[in-house]
């Protein structure tokens, strides 16, 4: 009995020591496979990313399940990235229109600064019939904050309802599909700078539009804090 108890430690201290090592491996590999992208372009191998770190690629691909799931940790590491640029511009501060600019500046300074790895979320290896869970649910969550601040602007209102999400889903995906085709233009005819004004200036008027339907009015220059009742 104490033999197997022995021996039963043993493998757990094992298993224990292997995991803690996977999990360093890990993060080595996905530094370098960001770093990699960063100066490479989205199609870098895992050759590549294996030369980097110092590994044989074979031993690479011996700390994950296979290449989607590398790629999916890696879109994590990106959207890490992206989400401490985009998150803090979420905070319902200053006026109406300077959030609205200030978000989409942060999102497309993200982009200006890591066109590669934004590149790569979209592209990558994903599970058989799946997309990247990562990237849809980063689209969900920044849907679901903006919805929280435009479901608090209701609320103060009288307001209430399912309009608050759909209008934040609405306009998180005209964002994203605006700016993909932007990016994937061979001849971008609007500056980033002309993008973000578009940007800005059609967020606004779909909440204008709809929130006047309910018989809310703004103003571009209203502070938030009066919006949300503050």
Same mark, same amino acid.
């Given at each position: 009995?104490?033999?197997?108890?022995?021996?039963?430690?043993?493998?757990?201290?094992?298993?224990?020591?292997?995991?803690?090592?996977?999990?360093?491996?890990?993060?080595?590999?996905?530094?370098?496979?960001?770093?990699?992208?960063?100066?490479?372009?989205?199609?870098?191998?895992?050759?590549?990313?294996?030369?980097?770190?110092?590994?044989?690629?074979?031993?690479?691909?011996?700390?994950?399940?296979?290449?989607?799931?590398?790629?999916?940790?890696?879109?994590?590491?990106?959207?890490?990235?992206?989400?401490?640029?985009?998150?803090?511009?979420?905070?319902?501060?200053?006026?109406?229109?300077?959030?609205?600019?200030? *978000? =989409?500046?942060?999102?497309? %300074?993200?982009? &200006?600064?890591?066109? @590669?790895?934004? /590149?790569?979320?979209? +592209? !990558?290896? #994903?599970?058989?019939?799946?997309?990247?869970?990562?990237?849809?649910?980063?689209?969900?969550?920044?849907?679901?904050?903006?919805?929280?601040?435009?479901? *608090? =602007?209701?609320?103060?209102? %009288?307001?209430? &309802?399912?309009?608050? @999400?759909?209008? /934040?889903?609405?306009? +998180? !995906?005209? #964002?994203?599909?605006?700016?993909?085709?932007?990016?994937?233009?061979?001849?971008?005819?609007?500056?980033?700078?002309?993008?973000?004004?578009?940007?800005?200036?059609?967020?606004?008027?779909?909440?204008?539009?709809?929130?006047?339907?309910?018989?809310?009015?703004?103003?571009?220059?209203?502070?938030?804090?009066?919006?949300?009742?503050?």
């Amino acid at each position: 009995m104490a033999d197997t108890t022995k021996r039963r430690a043993e493998a757990d201290g094992r298993s224990t020591r292997w995991s803690a090592h996977k999990a360093r491996r890990q993060i080595d590999v996905i530094d370098a496979a960001v770093a990699a992208i960063e100066e490479e372009g989205p199609d870098v191998g895992v050759q590549r990313i294996a030369e980097r770190v110092g590994l044989p690629r074979s031993v690479v691909y011996r700390h994950f399940k296979d290449r989607a799931e590398l790629d999916e940790l890696i879109r994590r590491r990106i959207v890490e990235s992206l989400m401490a640029d985009l998150a803090p511009t979420l905070a319902p501060d200053g006026t109406v229109m300077a959030a609205v600019r200030r *978000a =989409v500046d942060a999102y497309l %300074g993200w982009i &200006g600064l890591h066109p @590669r790895l934004h /590149a790569f979320l979209g +592209v !990558g290896t #994903v599970a058989p019939g799946e997309g990247s869970g990562v990237v849809a649910g980063t689209k969900v969550a920044i849907a679901l904050r903006v919805g929280e601040l435009f479901a *608090a =602007v209701l609320k103060s209102h %009288g307001q209430e &309802g399912p309009l608050a @999400r759909s209008l /934040a889903v609405g306009v +998180v !995906g005209f #964002v994203d599909a605006t700016v993909n085709d932007w990016l994937a233009a061979t001849s971008r005819e609007l500056t980033s700078g002309r993008l973000a004004e578009f940007l800005t200036c059609s967020i606004w008027s779909v909440l204008d539009g709809n929130l006047r339907t309910l018989g809310i009015e703004l103003a571009p220059d209203q502070p938030l804090s009066e919006l949300l009742g503050g």
